[in-house]
């Protein structure tokens, strides 16, 4: 199985500041057709999943700009430009290459 | 809107069995893979199992824990999906979530979750 390494688990970021969450894989996730195969989301309180990033770079529909993924070897990184209130919750880092589809630990992250 | 909405949930005994539903509001559910997902309290999400579309012969794939006890089945007809759970255990105690994969986008649309608890 593939295993996800997610840091840091906690992140207390001021709004307005940038904020970063390290994921890295046990091998890699690139797909025969040239994509890597790394999704990010966000679980908000209460909520289930909702999905920011696909496919290592993409936002998904109705994500702020200020959300970037991003790749080097078989480390992730996914970033925020400037937090806001509304980004506090646990983000998870997943990888669909394949089965079983394995999840990060989760990094919360949370207003200071 | 698109959704997916749960049903089935509820409390068992070891041993017992549950199924869950899982309906497509607003799009096929045909052309989509079907993934469920757990979370037990306070912890983080585990995948647990996927079926494909018709295309791909509606092939499953289990996490090693539930294969054998767990079923996933589809009825593209009625735009549902389902997670068959037998021989309960404590451990299976979680909030259970459907999710879609259209590909070649990730899991876009999820359901609200269930809650499954199995205690004697």
């Known amino acids: 199985d593939i295993v996800m390494t997610q840091s840091p688990l906690s992140l207390p970021v001021t709004p307005g500041e940038p904020a970063s969450i390290s994921c890295r894989s046990s091998?890699?996730?690139?797909?025969?057709?040239?994509?890597?195969?790394l999704d990010w989301y966000v679980q908000k309180p209460g909520q289930p999943p909702q999905l920011v990033i696909h496919?290592?770079?993409n936002r998904a529909s109705g994500v702020p700009d200020r959300f970037s993924g991003s790749r080097s070897g078989t480390d992730f990184t996914l970033k925020i430009s400037r937090v806001e209130a509304d980004d506090v919750g646990v983000y998870y880092c997943?990888?669909?290459?394949?089965?079983?589809?394995?999840f990060g630990q989760g990094t919360r992250l949370e207003i200071k | 809107e698109e959704q997916l909405v749960q049903s089935g949930g509820g409390l068992v005994q070891p041993g017992e069995s549950l199924k869950l539903s899982c309906a497509a509001s607003?799009?096929?559910?045909?052309?989509?893979?079907i993934h469920w997902v757990r979370q037990a309290s306070g912890k983080g999400l585990e995948w647990i199992g996927r079926?494909?579309?018709?295309?791909?012969?509606?092939?499953?794939a289990y996490i090693s824990s539930v294969l054998g006890r767990f079923t996933l089945s589809r009825d593209d007809s009625k735009n549902t999906a389902f997670l068959k759970m037998d021989s309960l255990r404590t451990e299976d105690t979680a909030v259970y979530y459907c999710?879609?994969?259209?590909?070649?986008?990730?899991?876009?649309?999820w359901g609200q979750g269930t809650v499954v608890a199995v205690s004697s």
């Open positions: 607003g799009f096929s559910l045909s052309g989509s893979d």
């Open positions: 496919l290592t770079s």
């Open positions: 999710t879609r994969r259209p590909h070649p986008m990730s899991f876009d649309v």
């Open positions: 091998q890699s996730l690139l797909h025969g057709n040239g994509a890597y195969y």
């Open positions: 079926i494909k579309t018709k295309d791909e012969n509606y092939v499953t």
């Open positions: 997943m990888q669909i290459l394949q089965t079983p589809v394995t």
